[in-house]
């Protein structure tokens, strides 16, 4: 039996990993929400950690990226200082820990696809705090996964789908940044691959990118994101400097997923399919 601890269980990824471990009743999952467990709070972490958990798969983390550049101190407190209490832990325990970290750490001067190995260099408080995180787990234990992701979306909480459906309802017109190009990521292809990782038992720990396939803008995504649902709409193409934002992003953030494809067998669902896929899963055909 393989019991899991899993952490931010109510976000987007907690909730998709839920749904997930409907398929696997061989393992033990306990999902806490941040009511529960608030990984700044040590205490809180050291009651929790007194049960015996084989994984755990932290979904906690200060997600606002442009909220991050003014709470810069909240930012660090969970996803660096909360991430380090929890390695500790999962350390002292032996407990493999699955940590969610993310494309916000590079600074998008590539134009190529990012490598584990490729130097990082985060553009803003989100993303600092995040590799941060990641080097605490480094430097603190070492039967740890660490996913870095990019451009999540599902049926699950709040992301960019919902967000271009909700506005095509209240506007005639909207503008997308067509000059960010990334790859977007079905929370529920990484929630998968994720229990699978459990599953296996696999220890080919270490640092890994996990996304769909395909470099796109996000106005690329809006534009699908309408085509599949058969909604016309005027839809403009803008430049990044003609909507500015709080936090400066990555002008290009596709990670290359060939050492997760290898070491883990992960499987890499094209981005349009698993767009198809969750707009089906979201409403419906
Ligand atoms: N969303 C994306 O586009 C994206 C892209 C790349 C990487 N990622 C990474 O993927 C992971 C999952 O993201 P997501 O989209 O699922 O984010 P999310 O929906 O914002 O979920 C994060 C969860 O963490 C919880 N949380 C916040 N502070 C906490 C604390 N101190 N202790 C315990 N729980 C806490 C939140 O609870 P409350 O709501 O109650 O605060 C929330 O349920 C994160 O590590 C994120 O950095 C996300």
Request: charged share 20%.
């Amino acid at each position: 039996m393989i019991r899991v601890l899993v952490t931010g269980a109510n976000g987007q990824l907690g909730s998709c990993i839920k749904q997930q471990s409907l398929e696997h009743p061989d393992i033990v999952f306990h999902f806490l929400g941040s009511n529960e467990l608030n990984i700044t709070d040590p205490e809180n972490l050291r009651t929790v950690f007194s049960k015996p958990f084989d994984y755990c798969i932290n979904c906690a983390a200060y997600t606002q990226v442009d909220n991050a550049e003014s709470n810069s101190r909240l930012a660090h407190s969970i996803n660096e200082n909360g991430v380090k209490e929890l390695a500790k832990l999962c350390h002292k325990h032996n407990v493999v820990l699955i940590h969610i970290s993310t494309d916000f750490v590079f600074d998008g001067k590539k134009r190529s696809a990012y490598t584990e190995t490729d130097h990082t260099n985060p553009l803003g408080v989100y993303g600092l705090s995040k590799l941060k995180g990641e080097q605490a787990i480094e430097r603190l234990m070492t039967q740890y996964f660490i996913l870095r992701t990019s451009w999540l979306y599902s049926e699950h909480g709040n992301n960019f789908v919902k967000t271009m459906l909700r506005l095509a309802k209240e506007r005639d017109s909207i503008s997308v940044v067509n000059d960010q190009f990334g790859s977007p990521t079905y929370a529920m292809d990484l929630a998968k691959t994720i229990v699978k990782l459990v599953s296996s038992k696999s220890d080919a720990y270490g640092l890994y990118h996990y996304s769909n396939h395909g470099q796109i803008s996000w106005f690329d995504f809006a534009s699908k994101v309408f085509e599949f649902k058969g909604i016309s709409i005027s839809l403009k193409p803008i430049k990044t400097a003609d909507f500015p934002t709080l936090a400066k992003r990555p002008k290009f953030s596709v990670l290359d997923t060939t050492k997760i494809q290898e070491n883990i067998k992960a499987e890499i669902n094209d981005w349009e399919e698993s767009l198809q896929l969750a707009l089906t899963n979201m409403y419906g055909s």
